[in-house]
Antibody, heavy 124, light 107 residues
Framework: EVQLVESGGGLVQPGGSLRLSCAASGFTVSSNYMSWVRQAPGKGLEWVSVIYSGGSTYYADSVKGRFTISRDNSKNTLYLQMNSLRAEDTAVYYC??????????????????WGKGTTVTVSS | DIQMTQSPSSLSASVGDRVTITCRASQSISSYLNWYQQKPGKAPKLLIYAASSLQSGVPSRFSGSGSGTDFTLTISSLQPEDFATYYCQQSYSTPRGFGPGTKVDIK
């Protein structure tokens, strides 16, 4: 069964750090694009970061320079290292597989598998 | 960055109604547009990718259309399990932003 399970969330003080993990089963993390998406309480979805199968990484402006996406191929696990945390980083964090489909020479990307999320609360 | 907008922000509908949600991109994104459904306390679920392709296992009452900057998600006959929030997302370029969402509730 294809599955993603996040862990590592919790309560952290402003300025602190946290590392989120996303363990995959049923597919290989390193062969896929993988993303993090977050949702602040009562708010909409916010795209956070993506890592391509080739290793390139991209970030939302709101987290650039503070968050780092990475993966451990031996553990088939995706990570999000979050530093210099702020109150506005409080959210449920989801990891997702970025599936790719090609049609007429174009490649389309979409998040077809999601974890259940892990909650990060930044507060003193 | 490409900005995504949705309308309406919320709507009330009855079971059996035809529902249409609109998503607009701030610049052309060809067909790089996905639709997700989210229920309270749950992870989002992919409904439509590449503007009009139905994800496997998603009921055929859901359909998507559009290209360029204007897109539509249509639910042909609303069912009780369809009451949820719907988000569009562009995958044309990073950051792959989402629209603000459209909440569909019971009239």
């Amino acid at each position: 069964e294809v599955q993603l399970v996040e862990s590592g969330g919790g309560l952290v003080q402003p300025g602190g750090s946290l590392r989120l993990s996303c363990a995959a089963s049923g597919f290989t993390v390193s062969s896929n694009y993988m993303s993090w998406v977050r949702q602040a309480p009562g708010k909409g979805l916010e795209w956070v970061s993506v890592i391509y199968s080739g290793g390139s990484t991209y970030y939302a402006d709101s987290v650039k320079g503070r968050f780092t996406i990475s993966r451990d191929n031996s553990k088939n696990t995706l990570y999000l290292q979050m530093n210099s945390l702020r109150a506005e980083d409080t959210a449920v964090y989801y990891c997702a597989r970025d599936q790719t489909t090609s049609a007429s020479g174009y490649y389309y990307y979409y998040m077809d598998v999601w974890g259940k999320g892990t909650t990060v609360t930044v507060s003193s | 960055d490409i900005q995504m907008t949705q309308s309406p922000s919320s709507l009330s509908a009855s079971v059996g109604d035809r529902v249409t949600i609109t998503c607009r991109a701030s610049q052309s994104i060809s067909s790089y547009l996905n639709w997700y459904q989210q229920k309270p306390g749950k992870a989002p679920k992919l409904l439509i990718y590449a503007a009009s392709s139905l994800q496997s296992g998603v009921p055929s009452r859901f359909s998507g259309s559009g290209s360029g900057t204007d897109f539509t998600l249509t639910i042909s006959s609303l069912q009780p399990e369809d009451f949820a929030t719907y988000y569009c997302q562009q995958s044309y370029s990073t950051p792959r932003g989402f629209g603000p969402g459209t909440k569909v509730d019971i009239k």
